[in-house]
């Protein structure tokens, strides 16, 4: 009985572990291995990089995207098993920025690798410096796109005078922020709004506040002011598209928005990341507007780079980027503008 | 000049938010004597005792210890002061061994280490003192109850204690360990140690106390050499009215044979081949020594453990009682030895307590009723004459005989045939036992039949028509509890050991 | 004299959440008066829907010493589930492009029953195999958020949010009923009738019974004829099944979901319920105080949001709220020994 019961168990665990198995190496057994790692699934760019690192790998590298779940032991430890397997080059999101010098550590103890991170760009020199196999991917400027996010601003207001509602030159604003533990989350909170006032336009800023980054939050947040504040909102700039989908949300229920731009009420609402359920809003005249950033070329660049060393080459060898001028030794990948005109071109880099 | 006592405590009076619970109660304490303190539950024995410990504040009152005022700040407090407890609820990490709870929290060091060999010697030489046959470095988990206490006695020691307080320590012990515990406080006796002792076992009390003191709703009634005190005197003095029986009478004739149990064994080797009769409208009791397998024996019949082989057949017709459910659809009921840990909700409200055993009854359209049980649960708490302020008070806060009183209700509400009655007294005072006593007559009476587990002798003389023995696992007789003597019960209870 | 003061006492210990709330939203009006408006509390009640029925779930799975911590992960794989099946045929970016409209009702009855068998493994492990309760959901937690993660992040559209939610859902939880002059969120009367539904479970029959039977003491229960295996893997699993209702009502309230949809859900549950009085050790609790509780934390939310206090002095409020709500629970029960 109790034999049975565990030879039973021993062949559920081996036909579990030949599945998972055969899932898992997949791709064809000799091409060399690049060590690819986000820093988060929940965090809809970052993953689609990863997505775009694995289809640009196919055919020339084997690669497995680990998810370092918001925790850098987690993605130390992910590293350590890409460099035993004999990864031939590192491509990492870091979690946590300060940590970049234990992962160079790493692969130069493994004899050199060399290592691309992307997405989280490591600021400081004296880093980046240290490690000549060290290499960043990330997109143009310190701004992640806000200096963008504010031209699309700049350009609504320029084009629709009836955007100052009541009329007192200023644009009274709400501030939707990401989490402030993220880079990004400073830099586009400043950036969108020194753009706008660089441009002339005086703000008032109404409320501001973090959204984590995350729909829900975003919404009840939008709902007390919403409430608090009505048509009195000119202007809702959010740090990404989520939030950005989440205050919508919470000013249709109010009953801004609802018909696009020929809404009796209109409140406008701009995001980031042109994700493609914004992509539909912009369309529809529901949002004004959102900033790609561009996963697909920075996926296929990553590849690139890692390729390159591998076989020897100067890094950006057949690309047509150059490094930044200032010491970073990062490839900018630049951000572009989302509008109802130029939907399309977003939606491309979705299409397969 | 030494005073003559060891401890005193004199007028204390502590008041809680609504209850007098102690109104000018004095205790004085004699060099090397057994100092009895006994009372009905809620006499407030208990409180006192937390007042000596500083566990409560005194509103008024001193305490004297050796001719000095102190003051405890709480029990460890007492400890340095030679005061010491011994707890109904022992306090013992199981898993560690004896020589380190005795130590606990003063571990003999050598530099930055425990001094085992030390703490071995030094636990060694108080045990072998006090003639206790328990190796140090056994783990405390290993032990019996009974061990465990004498543990805490020599912990107790250890601190070289002037006075110990003990707290029923005779509740879960046999005869035989008990007289043991005896012996050991003879032994304390001899060395200037002074024990108080509490208990409600009026047979122990007249045997080792020097003096008593009785307490009754919160006051003092009466400190008394030993001399003068009989049993019927303690219990007046206890009660305030005088108890003429301990055991009401009955004049009710048992009827037929209505369950016939036959060679009842456990899945575990708890007992074996049990076998007995019991008639309509009888009280069988079980006696036996503890471990004898007379609970086991009842919880196989209710379905809770395991049943090995044999058969049960009430009425004529075979019964399983697989679970507690099916028992209880059979007709049977049990009341479980340990009212704390399977008995009451104690969070939960009296009300709550009786009927849930019996929900269904309770249905209107599909939902429960509150009228229905409201009505119930009054009459249910009017005929078994619960003491509490409202069937919504919570039923830990009642006193342990009133306890038992609703859970005894609980089983009523069920309307069984067949109670199982495991230790329905223990640590109950004297008149809520007597009103138990008189309950289980009310119910043969109506033709229902009881099986009664107790470690008490006198109650199972007192209450039973016939009294059944076990011993280690094994039946080994039963008697008409009219004619056979207690030594013949322990004969019994010794055949198999 | 003294007694009704002390039963006055008593019973403003009792009641002392509702005190805590009411002085909150006091407090919040007398900093920013235009808080007080219809709109507000409806905000407020509509924020609190799905969460009272999540919260009421836990606190049933607490009821019976247990401990649920696959809250939050149950609620994301209902609701990528339920969100895949639930978008409009129009939407560019459809899981299923080829898959006709379903009437809502079809993916929440998809989705209740997948969490009812889901929950009722949680059960199996906690009473039947005996897996202490943290360890068991946690375990379960692990489950669910990887196999909502595969669910949801593949080929076409990856990682994306599931958007584009059919209206009739979005409508339902957006949208009010006019009763008299004033609008009512459908979402309101949803977590209506679920709480009243809960009261009755709770309050008029066996099952609730058991409950707190169970809670209270096991072996008591067990003795007095309660079948404790059943009862509690039936809590578990009715508490799956109200997660999943939870989580097609929050889909169609974000109009959106992803695998982090539910993330930390379980922490706020237990939090509400502890505030309300459920006892972390089983077997007191009630289904108002775990309403209040919910009420207690959005009134946070939204009405320091409202006087613009940042996100961080929430959070220690929130903390605050929680240790208070304890100590005086403790109170409680001390001065009754």
Known sequence: MNKKLTSSMLCAALAVGTVFGSAMTASAADLPILGAGIYSSTDNFNSYIGKAITGASEGVFEVNVDDGQLDQSTQLNQIDTALAKGAVAIAVSVVDTTSAPTIIQKCQDAGDIPVIFFNKEITDKDVVNSYENLYQVTSTGGDYGAAIEGEIIVNYWNENPEMDKNGDGKLQLINLMGDPGHTASQPRSEHVKSTIEDAGIEIELLEEDTGMWDTTKAKEKMDAWVSKYGDEIECVVCANDAMALGALTSIEAAGFNTEGKESEQYIPVVGIDALPEALEKIESGELIGSVLQDAQTQGKVIVAIANNLYQGKEPLDGLDFEFDTDGSKAVRVPYSAITAENVDEAAATYAE | ?497 | MEKSKSSIKQLFMEKIIYVVLLVLIIAVICIEPRFLSITNFKNILAQSATRIIIALAAGMVLMVRGCDLSTGRMIGLAAVISASLLQTTTYAYRMYPNLAELPVIVPLLLVMAICAVLGMISGICVAVLKVPPIIATLAMQLCLYGASSIYFDREPYGAQPIGGITSKLTDMCIRSVKIGPIQIPYLIIIAAIIVAVMWVLWNKTKFGKYMYAIGGNPEAAQVSGVNVVKIQVMVYALAAVMYAVAAVLEVGRIGSASNTTGNGYEMDAIAACVVGGVSMSGGIGSVGGIVIGVLIFTVINYGLSFIGVNMYWQYIVKGLIIVFAVIIDMRKYAKRK
């Open chain 2, 1 to 497: 000049m030494l005073s003559e006592y060891v401890l005193e405590m004199r007028n204390i009076t502590k008041t809680f938010p609504g209850v007098k619970a102690l109104d000018d109660v004095t205790l004085k304490v004699r060099h090397g004597t057994v100092h009895s303190l006994m009372g009905e539950n809620g006499a407030g024995k208990s409180t006192l005792m937390k007042c000596l410990f500083g566990i409560y504040g005194l509103d008024s009152g001193e305490i004297i210890l050796e001719g000095e005022k102190v003051s405890f700040a709480g029990p460890v407090d007492a400890l340095r002061s030679h005061v010491s407890m011994v707890h109904q609820e022992l306090n013992q990490v199981l898993d560690r061994n004896i020589m380190e709870n005795v130590w606990l929290g003063r571990f003999p060091m050598k530099g930055l280490f425990v001094d085992h060999q030390k703490m071995y010697q030094d636990t060694k030489e108080i045990f072998d003192d006090l003639q206790i046959p328990v190796d140090p470095r056994a783990k405390t988990g290993s032990l019996q109850v009974a061990q465990r206490q004498m543990v805490e006695i020599a912990k107790a020691v250890s601190y070289d204690s002037k006075v110990i307080v003990m707290d029923e320590p005779t509740s879960s012990l046999t005869e035989n360990e008990v007289e043991h515990l005896f012996h050991i406080i003879g032994r304390l006796r001899e060395r200037g140690v002074s024990i108080i002792y509490i208990s409600h076992k009026m047979e122990e009390i007249l045997r080792i106390s020097d003096d008593v003191t009785v307490m009754r709703d919160g006051r003092w009634v009466a400190t008394k050499p030993k001399e003068e005190l009989t049993s019927e005197k303690i219990i007046q003095m206890m009660v305030g009215r005088e108890l003429k029986e301990r055991y009401p009478k009955r004049d009710t004739k048992s009827g037929e044979v209505i369950l016939k149990v036959e060679n009842l064994s456990s899945l575990t080797p708890a007992f074996k081949d049990v076998n007995f009769e019991l008639r309509k409208g009888e009280i069988l009791g079980i006696s036996g020594l503890v471990g004898a397998g007379r609970t086991e024996v009842l919880e196989t019949m209710f379905g809770i453990r395991a049943k090995g082989s044999g058969t049960i057949t009430f009425r004529g017709k075979t019964v399983e009682n697989k679970t507690p459910q099916e028992a209880m659809k059979n007709g049977f009921a049990m009341l479980t030895e340990e009212r704390r840990q399977n008995g009451i909700f104690a969070d939960l409200s009296v009300s709550f307590n009786c009927i849930i055993a019996n929900l269904d009854i309770y249905k209107k359209h599909g939902l429960l009723n509150n009228a229905l049980i409201d009505k119930e649960v009054q009459e249910t708490i009017e005929k078994i004459h619960v003491k509490t302020s409202s069937p919504k008070e919570k039923i830990g806060n009642l006193s342990g005989g009133n306890q038992q009183k609703v859970i005894l209700g609980r089983w009523l509400l069920t309307n069984p045939e067949i109670l199982l009655l495991d230790e329905p007294t223990r640590g109950i005072d004297v008149g809520a036992k007597y009103e138990i006593y008189q309950l289980m007559n009310e119910l043969v009476a109506e033709g229902k039949s009881i099986i009664m587990v107790s470690s008490e002798m006198p109650e199972l003389f007192g209450v039973c028509d016939r009294i059944m023995v076990m011993s280690n696992g094994h039946f080994s007789g039963i008697f008409d509890a009219k004619e056979v003597t207690q030594y013949q019960i322990m004969e019994a209870s010794a055949k198999f050991i």
